[in-house]
C-alpha cells in the first residue's frame, strides 16, 4: 500500500462542535506501521454523526434498530475507499467522563474501524482476541 489518505466529515454542525479533535496525520501513520499489508482501501472517509443518522444505518445495514458507536462500510477492491461512521452522541451518552477520554475513545473507534476495514472481526473469541490485540499494539503506536 502506498499510503492511507482519511478524510474527516459531520453530519451536522452540532456534531462538529462536540466532536474533538482528531490527530489525522498521527492515526494515518499508526496504522500503515501495521497494515500495510492488509488489503484495505487507500482512501478512508471517517463520518462523525448523531445517534438518529447511526440509527439508520444500523437498521438497514445490520438489522439492528438502535444507536451504536461505530459502523465500518468497506467498497471493495474497484472503488478502493471506505467509510468510518462514527457517533459522537452515543459516546458522549456512554462515557460521561472528561473530554481527553472521548478523543480517546474516537481514536480508538477510528483504529476499530480501520481494522474493520482491514477484514478483522470479533464474532469469535479467537477473532476477536486478535483484533484487541492489533488495537492494542497500534493505539500504543499513537500514544497520547
Given amino acids: 500500500m502506498k499510503g492511507l489518505e482519511i478524510q474527516i ?6 456534531v462538529k462542535l462536540e466532536c474533538p479533535s482528531i490527530r489525522k496525520k498521527e492515526i494515518q501513520q499508526a496504522l500503515m506501521f501495521f497494515i500495510e499489508e492488509k488489503n484495505i482501501p487507500q ?3 471517517i463520518v ?3 445517534n438518529p443518522f447511526i440509527r439508520k444505518l444500523n437498521a438497514k445495514f445490520r438489522k439492528i434498530d438502535k444507536a451504536t458507536d461505530v459502523l465500518s462500510f468497506n467498497y471493495g477492491k474497484e472503488d478502493n ?3 468510518i461512521y462514527i457517533s459522537v ?3 458522549k451518552e456512554h462515557l460521561n467522563k472528561a473530554d481527553d477520554l472521548l478523543t480517546y475513545s474516537v481514536e480508538h473507534l477510528i483504529v476499530h474501524g480501520m481494522l474493520h476495514l482491514a477484514g ?7 477473532d476477536a482476541s486478535k483484533m484487541e490485540k492489533m488495537e492494542e499494539k497500534i493505539l500504543e ?3 497520547d
Fill in 89 to 91: 452522541q452515543y459516546l
Fill in 9 to 14: 466529515f459531520f453530519n451536522s454542525k452540532k
Fill in 141 to 143: 503506536r499513537l500514544g
Fill in 120 to 126: 478483522y472481526g470479533h464474532e469469535t473469541e479467537k
Fill in 48 to 50: 462523525f454523526v448523531d
Fill in 43 to 45: 482512501k478512508v472517509n
Fill in 81 to 83: 475507499q471506505g467509510e
